[in-house]
């Protein structure tokens, strides 16, 4: 006869293994807490450098003929330290909301692995309590 509390189990893991957040949610469980967001923030790092660069390459190209036209070197100096921490700032700011975004996500993949576990746990006892 088949058990309904089983049935249950095993829909309810099968939902999360076949659910496109539980496949992510597993195997962001994989990884340490520390090494998780350390990971997704050398990501951000990598990808800010990248949009700041065509983001400032595109900015100079809209702006080149009055560069050109005003050319001096106190122009030079102010828009460098002013494009310079215009960049730390854009980057801070960045991985802050990676931080913040990278934790959130561990947090909620520790949850739904933790179901998915006591799940498993459950179904295994039964098949136990059975023998």
Do not use: H
Not at 53 to 80: H, P, Q, R, V, W
Request: charged fraction near 25%.
């Amino acid at each position: 006869m088949i058990n309904k509390n089983k049935v249950r189990l095993m829909v309810s893991m099968e939902a999360i293994e076949q659910n496109k957040e539980g496949k992510e949610s597993l195997a962001v469980c994989e990884y340490r807490r520390r090494d998780y967001i350390g990971l997704n923030m050398i990501f951000t790092f990598i990808f800010s450098v990248f949009a700041f660069g065509i983001a400032l390459l595109l900015f100079f190209l809209c702006k080149m003929e009055y560069i050109f036209d005003n050319f001096d070197i106190s122009l030079i100096t102010g828009g460098g330290i002013a494009v310079i921490m215009l960049y730390f700032l854009f980057l801070i700011v960045c991985e802050i909301v990676t931080y913040k975004i990278a934790s959130d996500r561990y947090q909620e993949a520790t949850r739904m692995s933790s179901r998915y576990q006591k799940c498993l746990k459950k179904l295994a006892d039964s098949y136990k309590a059975k023998e």
